[in-house]
């Protein structure tokens, strides 16, 4: 199966800095990978994802990059806002539909 | 995208017994998977429940502690069976849609095993 890690598991940046979260994954055949924001005692709610035959994807604050050859992708939050402190966890899918998530990354943002 | 509702959100159990959630989708889709997130863990995938037929589990879960029902497009239950304190978690309900990789996550079951 797929191993995600991600890093790091903790986050705290300034309101208006940028938020970076990496991932790795282990089977190059992987062809999607979703990022989810999990607010306390919600739900993890599907924010961006991207497909294999693409390098990159933006969404107006938030943007994913995808390494195919380094087998890592990113997540990038820019200008952030205290309402974007939440849990973020990146996930992967073989072929089967299957989600193989990262350990999560808990970001804080300081007002 | 679909809208996921879970019951019961949330519940404090005795040891020993056995609790029901459920899982409805205002609209038909064809794939329907069960997580099991610890606390403060990550998500790991319990079973895809398959419409019409036993579910599928993965590694480490087994159909006698983890019965699942899948009798339409739009509904699914999870038992979590005969429970222990080890088994208090979330236990999510999440669905796609045939030829799209989108999987989108109910609210959750928060679940307390004293």
């Known amino acids: 199966g797929e191993n995600v890690e991600q890093h790091p598991s903790t986050l705290s940046v300034q309101e208006g800095d940028s938020a970076v979260i990496k991932c790795t994954y282990s089977d190059s055949a992987s062809n999607y990978f979703p990022w989810y924001k999990q607010e306390l005692g919600k739900g993890p709610q599907l924010i961006i994802d991207?497909?294999?035959?693409?390098g990159e994807k933006k969404d107006q604050r938030i943007a994913v990059t995808l390494n195919k050859t380094a087998k890592h992708f990113s997540l990038h939050i820019t200008e952030t806002q205290p309402e974007d402190s939440a849990v973020y966890f990146c996930a992967a899918i073989l072929n089967d539909y299957k989600l193989s998530f990262g350990a999560g990354t808990t970001v804080t943002v300081r007002a | 995208s679909a809208v996921i509702s879970q019951k019961p959100s949330r519940d404090i159990c005795q040891r020993g017994t056995s609790l029901t959630i459920q899982c409805q989708v205002d609209?038909?889709?064809?794939?329907m998977f069960w997580y099991r997130q610890q606390p403060g863990q990550s998500l790991t995938l319990i079973a895809t429940?398959?419409?019409?037929?036993?579910?599928?589990?993965e590694s480490g879960f087994v159909i006698d502690k983890f019965p699942i029902s899948r009798p339409n497009l739009t509904f699914s239950t999870l038992t979590v069976s005969n429970m222990s304190p080890e088994d208090s978690s979330i236990y999510l309900c999440s669905v796609g849609a045939s030829g799209s990789l989108e999987q989108f996550f109910g609210p959750g079951t928060r679940l307390t095993v004293l």
């Open positions: 609209s038909q889709v064809t794939m």
């Open positions: 991207i497909r294999s035959n693409v």
């Open positions: 429940a398959n419409q019409g037929s036993e579910a599928t589990y």
